[in-house]
């Protein structure tokens, strides 16, 4: 069975990306692709990644987003404005904590355990980034209206 990826930009300058099954290369280069392609609109943006469903990513596929997270990092760093990664298992969390605190991602980053945290993430990004408005609609749109992260 292959996997499901969606890519939600309808609460733009979110981008909300769900990955479910395990991928095969070629589905991980299109994800790879996709990605990149809304770094090249020159919008800046913050995107959400829930894993919570994903299969575990292949050696192959852990250095193919190594090496393309540093083949664009001047791109990604100016673009986005704030990741949150969402991954329910804890062990999994720590792991991928401790690979990011190794080699930083080049915008903020975070990983959580739920939409709500990643959704606090994000628009306190926005919001540093003087896009209060957006902030608020996305947290209006997921119930968190008038909560702010910090």
Not at 10 to 28: H, K, M, N
Not at 36 to 51: F, I, M, P, T
Not at 70 to 93: D, F, K, Y
């Amino acid at each position: 069975m292959s996997a499901i990826i969606t890519f939600d930009d309808s609460l733009w300058p979110l981008l909300v990306i769900r990955l479910t099954g395990a991928l095969t290369d070629a589905e991980f280069e299109a994800f790879l692709a996709r990605s990149l392609s809304y770094a090249q609109r020159g919008e800046r943006h913050v995107v959400v990644s829930d894993l919570c469903q994903v299969g575990l990513f292949t050696a192959h596929q852990r250095q193919r987003q190594a090496e393309w997270t540093r083949q664009h990092e001047a791109l990604l760093r100016e673009q986005v404005i704030g990741n949150a990664t969402i991954v329910t298992s804890a062990p999994v969390r720590l792991v991928l904590s401790l690979i990011f605190h190794l080699k930083a991602m080049p915008m903020p980053h975070v990983v959580v355990s739920d939409m709500g945290s990643a959704v606090r993430f994000v628009t306190q990004k926005l919001e540093e980034s003087g896009l209060g408005a957006d902030a608020e609609r996305i947290r209006h749109h997921f119930g968190l209206s008038g909560i702010h992260a910090g």
